[in-house]
């Protein structure tokens, strides 16, 4: 077996740096790129447990000392560098010491029978990344992000996303029209109209599986993915506010749908 590629870089001008600190700080860089950073150790563990290789790890010179026995081997390359370089590096208010650099996911192909949660122009990272946690955690297997959505891959949605975007078919960038390959009934989430969420799920109504539609985090689903929806679903909230943040709606959602698919089995 050939002993591992392990590079030793001191200077922050190193073309990998200069990559990295885009891919950490700019949402769209990875799709320049073509490569994608996982900063800290959980989320290279994650990408690691579901057979991601990643093309290049990174670790800062003490932590590579401490851990070489658990991390030496999992990337063709592996690159030491000080501390202080790899956290000029990180977006983060307290830097990781390791990550991965992988390729970025080729564009998965939409299953027409997945469940699915639709992404309609959601513009915060935590929102998406939280929206694909709760996805990966209630067995949803597909996330469609349309046009104006939130990059997927970027750092503050992987980072929300705790690791999920590993068990997930993620397709980004689409339109409407891509969503008539779905051949489940559509549910849209609405603040005012609709039946009560709690009501269709002691009824059975909730249909199973099914496609959720969440909307921006100000407008809401757009009227035309709206006219698409089976049926429009409303959350209680006896608490009387407005509406609620749409990560945790999205949570509720999906959740009320696994339940209802735990009770068939």
């Known amino acids: 077996m050939t002993s591992p590629d392990i590079t030793s870089i001191t200077s922050r001008d190193n073309p990998l740096l200069k990559d990295l600190r885009k891919l950490a700080q700019d949402p769209g860089a990875y799709r320049k790129l073509g490569r994608v950073w996982l900063e800290g150790d959980h989320l290279c563990r994650a990408a690691r447990e579901r057979g991601v290789r990643p093309a ?5 010179e003490s932590f590579w000392q401490a851990r070489r026995h658990e991390w030496e081997g999992c990337a063709p390359k592996t690159v030491v560098l000080p501390d202080a370089l790899l956290h000029g590096v990180s977006g983060l208010e307290s830097p990781a010491p390791m990550g991965f650099v992988i390729g970025t996911p080729a ?7 997945a469940a699915t ?3 309609d122009r959601l513009q915060d990272a935590g929102n998406v990344g939280s929206i ?3 996805a990966a955690a209630f067995g949803f297997q597909q996330v469609v992000a349309l046009k104006g959505t939130a990059a997927l891959w970027a750092p503050k949605v992987l980072r929300a996303g705790m690791g999920a975007h590993f068990g997930l078919r993620l397709i980004e960038g689409v339109t409407l029209d891509a969503l008539d390959a779905l051949r ?3 549910l849209a989430t609405s ?25 921006h985090e100000g407008q809401g689903v757009s009227p035309e993915l709206q006219r698409r929806a089976s049926k429009l679903i409303r959350i209680a909230q006896p608490g009387g506010e407005e509406s609620l943040n749409v990560a945790a ?6 959740h009320a749908s696994a339940a209802i698919g735990l009770a068939s089995q």
């Open 56 to 60: 290049i790890a990174v670790f800062t």
């Open 107 to 113: 564009p998965a192909e939409l299953r027409a029978d």
């Open 117 to 119: 949660v639709v992404l």
């Open 132 to 134: 694909l946690r709760s």
């Open 184 to 186: 489940l009934p559509m």
């Open 191 to 215: 603040s005012h109209d609709g039946q009560w969420l709690h009501e269709a799920q002691a009824n059975r109504s909730l249909p199973n599986p099914c496609a959720w539609l969440m909307g």
């Open 249 to 254: 709606a999205a949570a509720i959602c999906l």
